[in-house]
């Protein structure tokens, strides 16, 4: 059925504005007529960009006396790139974009160690970078750090900042001092599709996750940097692959020393009283 929508180019160089191209790993990087860029590993569709990322520009305030933080943007543009063409570029894919004000923008895809590497640069003066990723019906989102709510965070929209949790996690609270579902001491750019796959944004950076909450065909996820933003999509093929994959990448824990274990909270007399 894929072949039927796409064009295969199978010739180096080659410049379509659509098609579909093989990593050196084989995986297929298949970009679709109306812009969409799908992941194909094994023959079957993974990871997708749903549309065409953006540039945001915006002059923000922030507040958080008590390190729980809240963001106010004015004057707040958007620059949307559509779909110029696509070419090998040695054995990676490029996609590239132009604005309706002479920007240029390009989408790199290579294969790496870990899996297979995204990178979005752009012309011009930016506050963040937004990627738009495909909502699938059969989709998940496992993941974004140490969350409360619920470990698929798909339909939520949320904050990954590292803040005070709060007193009382309310929506709706005195944002000064109460929490909300997603205020964590650990946040992460990181989520495990349960199909087999997984991605994690390589950002140091404050990321705003709109995950199919807004859009019920798009998760947005917004690096509020204007530097290039880099993703890796690990192939899996089982969330345990993809959880081993990862720790190849950030590492893993360590087994605490035999002192770790001992009593942890404000005892008083040492162990023995306890």
Known sequence: MRRSIVLAFALAGCSRDSGSFALPDGTEVVVTRDGEVELWIDGSPTFAVGASPETRSFAEESEGPFAIWSFERDDETSTAFTL?????????????????????????????????????????????????????????????GEQYSTTNQKGHALRLLVEEQGVGRQEDGFRPISGDLHTTYFPMPWWLDARGFGVLFDTKHRVEADVCATDGDLAWIEVVDDAPVTWTVFHGPTPKDVVRQLGDVVGRPKLPPDWAWGTWICTQGGEDAV
Not at 105 to 112: F, H, P, V
């Open 84 to 144: 110029d063409r696509v070419r090998r570029d040695g054995e990676a894919v490029e996609v590239e974009y132009t604005s309706t004000q002479g920007l240029a923008a390009t989408l790199r895809i290579e294969a790496d160690t870990t899996g297979s590497r995204f990178t979005f640069t752009s012309d011009g003066p930016a506050n963040s970078i937004a990627v738009p990723v495909r909502c699938d019906d059969g989709g998940s989102f496992h993941g974004f």
